[in-house]
């Protein structure tokens, strides 16, 4: 969700996909899990991870999905494989616990710890401390001004960008359009940005703009776009650059029988891949990476910083569309299938090592 830094052009295959067609997390995952296998390392472990176990802290902002669900599930796989000791706090989209269960991890005595998702103005001052204390820090998908810090995100103008490309090639240009998105999360606000240029690119008009954030996201935005679109019924596509708006969104035009309204989204999950190909569903294609592949990724940037050698501030993630063409046709029905059919989803290559037994999902 709320999702830092060199930009990465969207893989060509991005484009050929279009041109075919952002412990405990929350909600459950649907559909089969995520399944994995590991790349021996062959290069011999440096410190710390050459004596036992590392202390590894996660803390987490997870909201509802499967998509959170399978991020952890690869960071807690490549943890396991690296020879981490993870301990997985999730605040579940409650700031003032996230600062807790950060302050009680500074204080927990581990070596590294990986911050997951939050608001800025609530984790920095706690970043800051945990930096002074001479603990690394990693962030995925959140902003922080701390030169110490090593932020990784999704590449989320080329997220938007492949999104929003979808959605012109679905409804042209020069029509009215609906907005689904929440201001203040860091990679929502990347994707909005893209989105308010891609407006005049396109000559559309913002019929209107709702969302919310919760730990039930889908269900409490379906109401908001629903009461849109009764004022807005003209609009010909929405786009909501995060999966569960996508899902909310989905579900108001379903609800409505809005035939004609087209739906693009972001972030790609099991979930999301059942609601894109479900019978005569709007959401007709989405932008992202495999969450189970970035969340492994994640856990290896931090261990290269932990061992010195990852040599950088800043990771990114790149990105792949998929529309509901490709899945239809290919009749893929889970993210297994996509990696089979996708092979960019997998970034084995990011934040790799020969010493580092890579997790692949």
């Not at 710890?113 to 990693?138: C, M, N, R, S, Y």
């Not at 409505?256 to 693009?264: D, I, Y």
């Amino acid at each position: 969700m709320s999702r830092l830094a060199s930009v990465l052009a969207v893989p060509a295959l991005a484009l050929v996909l279009l041109a075919t067609a952002c412990s405990q997390s929350g909600g459950g995952a649907t559909g089969p899990q995520a399944t994995s296998s590991v790349a021996q390392a062959t290069g011999p472990r440096p410190a710390p991870f050459d004596h036992g176990a590392v202390p590894v802290a996660l803390v987490r902002q997870s909201g509802a999905g499967d998509y959170f669900e399978q991020w952890g599930q690869g960071a807690k796989a490549q943890a396991k494989a690296l020879g981490i000791d993870l301990s997985v706090y999730d605040a579940q989209a409650d700031n003032a616990r996230q600062a807790t269960d950060l302050s009680t991890a500074i204080n927990s005595g581990v070596r590294a710890i990986i911050v997951d998702h939050g608001f800025p103005a609530t984790l920095e001052p706690l970043i800051d401390q945990a930096v002074g204390k001479g603990i690394t820090v990693v962030t995925y998908d959140v902003d922080t001004t701390n030169s110490k810090v090593v932020t990784t995100s999704q590449n989320d103008a080329d997220i938007a960008t492949a999104a929003i490309g979808a959605l012109a090639t679905a409804i042209g240009k020069n029509a009215p359009v609906g907005y689904v998105n929440v201001a203040g999360y860091a990679p929502l606000d990347r994707r909005d940005a893209v989105w308010q240029r891609a407006l005049g690119d396109n000559g559309w008009t913002q019929a209107f703009k709702v969302g919310k954030v919760t730990d039930s996201t889908a269900t409490d935005t379906v109401p908001l776009v629903s009461a849109a679109l009764t004022q807005h019924g003209d609009v010909k596509g929405i786009f909501a650059p995060y999966d569960e708006l996508a899902k909310g969104a989905t579900l108001a035009v379903q609800n409505k029988r809005l035939s004609g309204v087209k739906v693009v989204g972001a972030d790609i999950s099991n979930a999301d891949i059942q609601a894109i190909t479900a019978a005569d569903s709007p959401w007709v294609a989405t932008a992202g990476t495999d969450p189970s592949a970035v969340g492994a990724a994640v856990v290896r940037t931090a261990a290269l910083q932990l061992a010195g050698q990852l040599g950088k501030q800043s990771v990114q993630f790149p990105a792949v569309a998929v529309t509901r063409d490709l899945l239809v046709s290919k009749q893929i029905q889970n993210l297994d299938q996509l990696r089979a059919a996708v092979p960019a989803l997998a970034l084995g290559q990011v934040s790799a090592a020969d010493w580092i037994p890579v997790v692949a999902h």
